[in-house]
């Protein structure tokens, strides 16, 4: 599995657009890029999972270049609530049955 | 609201003693895993089951640690005897397989364990 690289931080005001990019240098053909959600105290919750060009659900957006070695989690108008953990990951295809392999993810703290 | 639960949510104990750690997968679900995530070395993944079979276990201590999954319904972590370089937190999560896009995996609350 392609190893991937975060900020560890980020700063950020409420109502702002936040967006961490990660990149994925050796990314392969089958793979796809998936973002977790962790608060404290709380195991990691799915975000949004792409493999090209830009993803969108109700929680972010995802935006992927051609070359997929890099991606974008794009958060509209971010909350103090929306303080947590992200972290990128990049996996196989084939459902949520493939094991996850975390790295140190981007903290993000939304002051007032 | 279909959630993956995890028992004990804490559990405090002198290094030696055995550790139990259990685990419910969201019905349905085939797939189970076990992580440990500790501020040092982050969220680990220690094993996982899928179908009750075991897939992969290597992110697990062999000598002290075990994992099975008796029925569909249940997944258990033990650790005999456990030491205090094993306080953590233990997450459990579990996945179905054609999910789409989505893929997503479910993970518990998690069980904190303070090996004294």
């Known amino acids: 599995l392609a190893k991937t690289t975060q900020p560890i931080s980020m700063d950020s005001y409420e109502g702002q657009e936040v967006n961490i990019t990660c990149s994925h240098n050796?990314?392969?053909?089958?793979?796809?890029i998936t973002w977790y959600q962790q608060f404290p105290s709380q195991g990691p919750r799915f975000i949004i999972q792409?493999?090209?060009t830009k993803v969108t659900n109700e929680v972010a957006s995802l935006f992927i270049p051609a070359d997929r070695k890099s991606s974008t989690l794009s958060l509209p108008r971010v909350s103090l609530s929306d303080t947590a953990v992200y972290y990128c990951?990049?996996?196989?295809?084939?459902?949520?049955?493939?094991?996850?392999?975390f790295g140190t993810g981007t903290l993000l703290a939304v002051q007032p | 609201d279909a959630r993956v639960t995890q028992t004990p949510r804490h559990k405090v104990t002198e290094m030696g003693q055995e550790v139990t750690m259990r685990c419910q997968p969201i019905?349905?679900?085939?797939?189970v895993f076990w992580y440990r995530q500790t501020m040092m070395q982050g969220l680990e993944l220690l094993a996982y089951?899928?179908?009750?079979?075991?897939?992969?276990d290597s992110g697990m201590p062999k000598d002290r640690f075990s994992a099975e999954m008796p029925d569909a319904t249940l997944a258990t972590l033990k650790i005999q005897p456990s030491e205090p370089r094993d306080s953590a937190v233990y997450f459990c999560?579990?996945?179905?397989?054609?999910?789409?896009?989505?893929?997503?995996?479910?993970f518990g609350p998690g069980t904190r364990l303070t090996v004294l």
């Open positions: 792409g493999y090209k």
């Open positions: 999560a579990s996945g179905e397989p054609g999910q789409g896009a989505r893929n997503e995996q479910f």
């Open positions: 050796n990314i392969a053909t089958n793979d796809y």
């Open positions: 990951l990049v996996r196989k295809y084939g459902g949520a049955t493939n094991k996850l392999i």
């Open positions: 019905l349905g679900h085939n797939t």
């Open positions: 089951f899928r179908n009750r079979a075991p897939l992969d």
